[in-house]
């Protein structure tokens, strides 16, 4: 059993900042790729940032330059430095990850989301 669980949502101003974080847990034998997602109210869930085991990053053309993907091998945990935040970046933001257990093969996994709300 794995479980995604993120934490850093908050409302914000536009301007300001946040750090959002999702911590891996369970019987993991390996992650591979780690990313966050997010949707807005009547939109199609889309990715935000990617990062690779080994810190390849790959980031959504419309946070290039504000956002930043991050991750601790060691604690398992992906993060997303989130600056120069927008009002149109508010949406729910859900970690994503591709992990293989002791008992499975690699699967993809999503934590429940964190709400993101940026002020005018």
């Known amino acids: 059993q794995v479980q995604l669980v993120e934490s850093g949502g908050g409302l914000v101003q536009a301007g300001g900042s946040l750090r959002l974080s999702c911590a891996a847990s369970?019987?993991?034998?390996?992650?591979?790729?780690m990313g966050w997602y997010r949707q807005a109210p009547g939109k199609q869930r889309e990715l935000v940032a990617v990062?690779?085991?080994?810190?390849?990053?790959n980031y959504a053309d419309s946070v290039k330059g504000r956002f930043t993907i991050s991750r601790d091998n060691a604690k398992n945990t992906v993060y997303l430095q989130m600056s120069s935040l927008k009002p149109e970046d508010t949406a729910v933001y859900y970690c994503n990850a591709n992990i293989a257990t002791i008992k499975a093969p690699l699967n993809n996994y999503w934590g429940q989301g964190t709400q993101v709300t940026v002020s005018s």
């Open positions: 990062i690779t085991s080994g810190g390849t990053t």
């Open positions: 369970g019987s993991i034998f390996r992650i591979n790729a």
